[in-house]
């Protein structure tokens, strides 16, 4: 039972490099969504999909790009990392909405952006 | 957006004792989870909630859907040792609804058992 599959565990990135953050789940879920942990701010959601070929903007977008071309898999990517995307990472599922289905989260991506 | 608050942000307790934390909401819910997250891993679902009033229970946790619909109360009993980790509550605005109906996460209550 893999579940919600993220990787890498742990990543340092230098100011302006580019990355994918690859999430993947195996339980057939329409609903996949990307959040940001930092402390004292809980988790707050970056980007949601729907379905395949569908994505749209959570509560703090910038700086970060989504694609669903596929039910298992939204891949996260920065496209030119800054210090303040330093955060600790966590790709999400859902077999329905956000709301009425239970959220399985992956195990985090620890992201450090020098 | 929305902001969720929960309180207390973190707490100390010896094994044994019971635990109380709250979360409070500037606006109405139709919907509250209380999740947990260890240490290094994802947060896991404990106890959702649907209905203003609602009490459910999961083993020695209860938690309560507030009657105003703008706080939740989660409730652990005879706390151990594997209690240890944050607790976050979540709720769903009613102006979320449908199939892209998004989440809004507290920002935690950090749980510590001493023996």
């Known amino acids: 039972n893999a579940g919600v599959t993220q990787t890498p565990k742990f990543q340092v990135l230098k100011t302006g490099q580019s990355m994918t953050l690859q999430c993947a789940q195996d339980m057939n879920h329409e609903y996949m969504s990307w959040y940001r942990q930092d402390p004292g701010m809980g988790l707050r959601l970056i980007h949601y999909?729907?379905?395949?070929?569908?994505?749209d903007q959570g509560e703090v977008p910038n700086g970060y790009n989504v694609s669903r071309s596929t039910t298992e898999d939204f891949p996260l990517r920065l496209l030119s990392a800054a210090p303040s995307q330093t955060s600790v990472y966590f790709c999400?599922?859902?077999?329905?909405?956000?709301?009425?289905?239970?959220?399985?989260f992956g195990n985090g991506t620890r992201l450090t952006v020098t | 957006g929305q902001q969720l608050n929960q309180s207390p942000q973190s707490m100390f307790i010896q094994e044994g004792e019971d635990v109380s934390m709250n979360c409070t909401s500037s606006?109405?819910?139709?919907?509250w989870l209380w999740y947990k997250q260890d240490p290094g891993e994802g947060p896991v679902l404990l106890i959702a909630?649907?209905?203003?009033?609602e009490l459910t229970s999961n083993g020695r946790l209860t938690a309560q859907f507030g009657i105003t619909r703008k706080d939740s109360f989660l409730n652990i009993s005879a706390s151990i040792p594997s209690d240890v980790g944050i607790y976050f509550c979540a709720g769903r605005s009613p102006k979320n609804t449908g199939t892209a109906s998004k989440l809004t996460f507290g920002t935690g209550t950090r749980l510590q058992v001493t023996l």
């Open positions: 999400a599922s859902s077999y329905g909405s956000a709301g009425r289905s239970p959220l399985h």
């Open positions: 606006s109405i819910f139709n919907t």
């Open positions: 999909s729907v379905g395949a070929g569908i994505t």
């Open positions: 909630l649907y209905k203003a009033g």
